[in-house]
């Protein structure tokens, strides 16, 4: 069973939809959580950071975080053909230092 | 600008001949990383740094060295480079405490 995992997609939004991707992880110390978005041939930027249960919202942007499921998801309202990138989900441990990506979900919004 | 610079952005050897990668970051962050990124594999820890002349293993650490000899550099060196080698790789910075990386812009590696 992979750490951190996510659905590859592609997800196929239309424009102004919202698009929700998901994200499960496997170690129950998992301690903080984050979403990066990255284009093609570009780096991984971060958007949402979430360290506690319950929902963080930042302008268009909405991250859940449930520890009792190892469950996070990532919600992007009125989404944009801008949004169209890969959205990879990123654990981390104290323990090691280590920060844990999943494979990424693919968002295609379409005008 | 608070940046992660990594050099260079593309470089095509052979094998066998030693390179290294440099990164530097200008916002006094105490942890760097590098990754490297291949398809279907996702992003994987090559190794990292929590602080000057403090390194450590990650994921997938085999056929690469690492130093920390000053606080913003974190020089990623491939001694004997092998095709298996050849992937995308990002040098990464994040300050003490709950945050996450900054990443670099990558460097687009190929050992032929």
């Known amino acids: 069973q992979k750490e951190v995992e996510q659905n590859s997609g592609p997800l196929s939004v239309p424009e102004g939809a919202i698009a929700s991707l998901n994200c499960t992880y496997s170690?129950?110390?998992?301690?903080?959580f984050f979403w990066y978005r990255q284009y093609s041939g570009k780096s991984p930027e971060l958007i949402m950071s979430i360290y506690s249960n319950g929902d963080k919202e930042d302008g268009r942007f909405t991250a859940q975080l449930n520890k009792a499921s190892q469950y996070v998801s990532l919600l992007i309202r009125d989404s944009q053909p801008s949004d169209s990138a890969t959205y990879l989900c990123a654990v981390f441990k104290a323990a090691g230092n280590k920060l844990t990506f999943g494979g990424g979900t693919r968002v295609l919004v379409k005008p | 600008e608070a940046q992660v610079t990594q050099n260079p952005r593309y470089l095509i050897t052979v094998t066998g001949k030693k390179l290294t990668v440099t990164c530097s970051q200008n916002?006094?962050?105490?942890?760097m990383s590098w990754y490297r990124q291949d398809p279907g594999l996702g992003l994987r820890q090559i190794y990292y740094s929590m602080n000057v002349e403090v390194t450590d293993k990650g994921d997938v650490p085999e056929g690469y060295k690492v130093s920390r000899k000053e606080k913003r550099n974190f020089p990623l060196i491939l001694e004997s480079p092998s095709p298996n080698q050849t992937s995308l790789y990002f040098c990464?910075?994040?300050?003490?405490?709950?945050?996450?990386?900054?990443f670099g812009s990558g460097t687009r590696l190929t050992v032929v």
């Open positions: 170690d129950r110390v998992s301690q903080s």
């Open positions: 916002m006094n962050h105490e942890y």
């Open positions: 990464a910075s994040r300050p003490q405490g709950n945050y996450g990386y900054t």
